[in-house]
């Protein structure tokens, strides 16, 4: 199994309060991922990184930001936590190969009451 | 846009039968590729299987296999013989082959829940 971490597993809390996800490998990959998951969307892109200090926006980036300061470790950042935010967020690596396959953690479930 | 489709939000099958999940995707692309994820209860996402748009044979792991459809845009995944095991929430992917700052952003679609009766 490719080596990803995420933390927290889970984590419940209030609406207004900043939240920080970390997500951590140790394969060296150069690209990494943020996905939510919400039913009946599958999983979305919130922002990726192709490689240290370098990110860009995904498909639903408003109300996150994300930081990369070194290769290993990946951080979403919800400045303000809003109800709607409540969800399974997934991180991914990749190697960037042709056929390179995306790696996922095992997930956050992220609770803002 | 790319968007991905799976219009079966549930579907069920027998043990040792044969189930297809259906998967439909639009793009104006000709290089990409397209995958089938499982996800179990556990909630880790597992690749079940990859096809490139260039190759048309139809990719094959085991007992899951896919018909590649591109012209009409269709990307069905077959389980033969099923299992209980293979009991999960099953997604349907698209990547489009770009390389440099674009490289790998997955389009998901809905997902399919499947269940397996004894």
């Known amino acids: 199994d490719a080596g990803i971490t995420q933390s927290p597993r889970h984590k419940v809390t209030e609406t207004g309060t900043p939240v920080t996800l970390r997500c951590h490998q140790t394969?060296?990959?150069?690209?990494m991922y943020w996905y939510r998951q919400d039913p009946g969307h599958g999983l979305r892109l919130i922002h990726y990184?192709?490689?240290?200090?370098?990110?860009d926006k995904g498909e639903v980036s408003d109300g996150y930001s994300v930081s990369r300061s070194k290769t290993e470790d990946f951080l979403l950042t919800l400045e303000s936590a809003t109800s709607s935010q409540t969800s399974v967020y997934f991180c991914?690596?990749?190697?960037?190969?042709?056929?390179?396959?995306?790696?996922f953690g095992p997930g956050t479930r992220l609770t803002v009451l | 846009a790319q968007t991905v489709t799976q219009s079966q939000p549930e579907m069920s099958v027998q043990e040792a039968e044969t189930v297809t999940l259906s998967c439909t995707y639009d793009?104006?692309?000709?290089?990409?590729?397209l995958f089938w994820y499982k996800q179990p209860p556990s909630r880790q996402m597992i690749l079940v299987i990859r096809?490139?748009?260039?190759?048309?044979q139809n990719a094959t792991e085991n007992r899951f296999s896919v018909n590649f459809q591109k012209a009409a845009k269709s990307f069905s995944l077959k389980i033969s013989d099923s299992q209980l095991g293979d009991a999960a929430m099953y997604f349907c992917a698209y990547r489009v082959n770009a390389g440099g700052t674009s490289y790998g952003k997955l389009t998901f679609g809905q997902g399919t829940i499947l269940t397996v009766h004894p």
């Open positions: 991914a690596i990749s190697d960037g190969g042709r056929a390179g396959e995306q790696f």
């Open positions: 394969e060296n990959h150069r690209y």
């Open positions: 096809q490139e748009a260039y190759k048309q």
């Open positions: 793009t104006s692309e000709s290089d990409y590729y």
């Open positions: 990184s192709y490689g240290v200090k370098d990110t």
